[in-house]
């Protein structure tokens, strides 16, 4: 189920790299870069810090999905329009699957239950927020009204790692636990809840 997660989670990903270069007038190779960074920014960073092989340079298949992906996803676009939310929705399901990824991996590296939490919290934003920046976009997990973003990878990330205390190794968990995920970004942003916001002492005044 590992293998099948990551996949998938590099083809959201890579969706959601294309769709972001909308309106930023960036050419097929520009936008092929950031699709790439994207679906592969979170798992390298984790990769790093965790001193495990970095998963894209050993499994090649996981650069011809992002890059197969990038180029129907791009030709796509450029004969039609796609829907405005398509995108948080792209980038939802990135999230949830690459936080539960990172989160089994760092389970399987025998790290501690708040490591593997971090680690997963990390795979799943890393990608936006380096896709963010070179868009020149302020990074989603910054933005004051992002609707639980990685709160959303947290809990999920959190209830998966205490679950599979209980009941290691059950495919069960992996997908609650990404539908959790999944339906807290979602209802997040169809509900626009968010966590309290810290004003300045200018607009308290």
């Known amino acids: 189920m590992q293998l099948w997660l990551e996949h998938f989670g590099v083809c959201v990903s890579a969706i959601s790299g294309v769709l972001a270069a909308r309106g930023k007038k960036v ?59 398509f995108l948080l929705v792209a980038d939802a399901f990135a999230l949830a699957l690459f936080t539960i990824v ?20 990390v795979t799943g934003v890393a990608g936006g927020i380096l896709r963010d920046v070179l868009t020149g976009e302020v990074p989603m997990v910054f933005r004051p009204q992002i609707y639980l973003y990685a709160t959303a990878a947290l809990a999920g990330a959190a209830v998966f790692v205490v679950w599979n205390h209980f009941a290691p190794n059950q495919p069960v968990v992996t997908v609650v636990c990404t539908a959790l995920i999944l339906g807290l970004r979602l209802a997040g942003i169809r509900l626009k809840l968010s966590l309290p916001i810290l004003e300045s002492e200018e607009k308290k005044l």
Do not use: Q
Request: glycine share 12%.
């Open 27 to 85: 050419d097929l190779f520009g936008v092929l870069v950031l699709a790439l960074v994207t679906s592969f920014g979170g798992g390298t960073v984790r990769d790093v810090l965790s001193g495990a092989p970095v998963v894209w340079i050993h499994e090649p298949s996981f650069l011809l999905n992002a890059t197969i992906t990038t180029f129907v996803t791009f030709f796509v676009r450029r004969v039609r329009e796609l829907p405005r939310g």
């Open 102 to 121: 990172g989160t089994r991996k760092g389970i399987a590296l025998n790290f501690a239950p708040p490591v593997a939490v971090l680690l997963g919290v």
